[in-house]
């Protein structure tokens, strides 16, 4: 078994999902973690939980360990918690987050001509909701910009024109929550908490 997938399974052992797990040149390891999401139902409203330092530190602690009988080679663990452009990558990701502002890019363009997308169009922001399809999701955007702070907006101006862009998850190379602060509409995720760190023995 690859030692991304037991990081996988201890981080899920713990009780939290594996959100990222990136790896980089100078050796550090980076590994986003989260609480599991269920939906909400009648009688049990979602509520959000936010993931601590003391989670991360916990998460550290048993990942230092498995890293060092995989014998990975590394030299800084970081545990932290999705920041506000956390990446989507599953389909009870995009359920949590319906109605949300995300940034999409597709693996290949799927616009047209007919539709008044570009035909070489990859990359889109707009707000998710669900397809037409079982199985599908789309993006609805405006190309319109958005007024300017200040700006005076008549009340008489038509609304933007929306377009609408359905897709599969196979057909998305990366989706992420638009890092988009409004603090007075929807609040965004919780930032990124301070992450636990591990300088590995011998620094």
Same mark, same amino acid.
Request: proline residues 10%; negative net charge.
């Given at each position: 078994?690859?030692?991304?997938?037991?990081?996988?399974?201890?981080?899920?052992?713990?009780?939290?999902?594996?959100?990222?797990?990136?790896?980089?040149? %100078?050796? $550090?390891?980076?590994?986003?973690? *989260?609480?599991? +999401?269920?939906?909400?139902?009648? &009688?049990? !409203?979602?509520?959000?939980?936010?993931?601590?330092?003391?989670?991360?530190?916990?998460?550290?602690?048993?990942?230092?360990?498995?890293?060092?009988?995989?014998?990975?080679?590394?030299?800084?663990?970081?545990?932290?918690?999705?920041?506000?452009?956390?990446?989507?990558?599953?389909?009870?990701?995009?359920?949590?987050?319906?109605?949300?502002?995300?940034?999409?890019?597709?693996?290949?363009?799927?616009?047209?001509?007919?539709?008044?997308?570009?035909?070489?169009?990859?990359?889109?922001? %707009?707000? $998710?909701?669900?397809?037409?399809? *079982?199985?599908? +999701?789309?993006?609805?955007?405006? &190309?319109? !910009?958005?007024?300017?702070?200040?700006?005076?907006?008549?009340?008489?101006?038509?609304?933007?024109?929306?377009?609408?862009?359905?897709?599969?998850?196979?057909?998305?190379?990366?989706?992420?929550?638009?890092?988009?602060?409004?603090?007075?509409?929807?609040?965004?995720?919780?930032?990124?908490?301070?992450?636990?760190?591990?300088?590995?023995?011998?620094?």
């Amino acid at each position: 078994m690859a030692w991304q997938d037991t990081v996988a399974q201890t981080v899920s052992g713990l009780g939290f999902d594996l959100v990222d797990l990136e790896r980089s040149a %100078g050796g $550090l390891l980076r590994v986003t973690i *989260d609480w599991p +999401w269920t939906p909400p139902g009648p &009688d049990a !409203p979602s509520e959000e939980r936010f993931v601590t330092v003391e989670d991360c530190e916990r998460v550290t602690r048993q990942l230092q360990y498995l890293l060092e009988v995989e014998a990975v080679d590394y030299r800084r663990l970081e545990v932290g918690s999705p920041g506000i452009d956390r990446p989507l990558r599953h389909e009870s990701d995009y359920q949590r987050f319906l109605g949300e502002t995300v940034d999409i890019t597709l693996k290949a363009p799927i616009g047209s001509t007919d539709s008044g997308v570009a035909a070489n169009r990859k990359k889109f922001r %707009g707000t $998710l909701e669900p397809g037409p399809q *079982d199985g599908q +999701w789309q993006i609805v955007w405006s &190309d319109e !910009p958005p007024p300017k702070p200040g700006q005076r907006v008549s009340r008489k101006r038509p609304p933007a024109a929306l377009q609408a862009l359905a897709f599969s998850l196979d057909e998305v190379q990366q989706a992420r929550l638009a890092p988009i602060v409004n603090f007075k509409g929807r609040q965004s995720p919780a930032p990124r908490q301070t992450p636990a760190r591990d300088a590995k023995a011998g620094e």
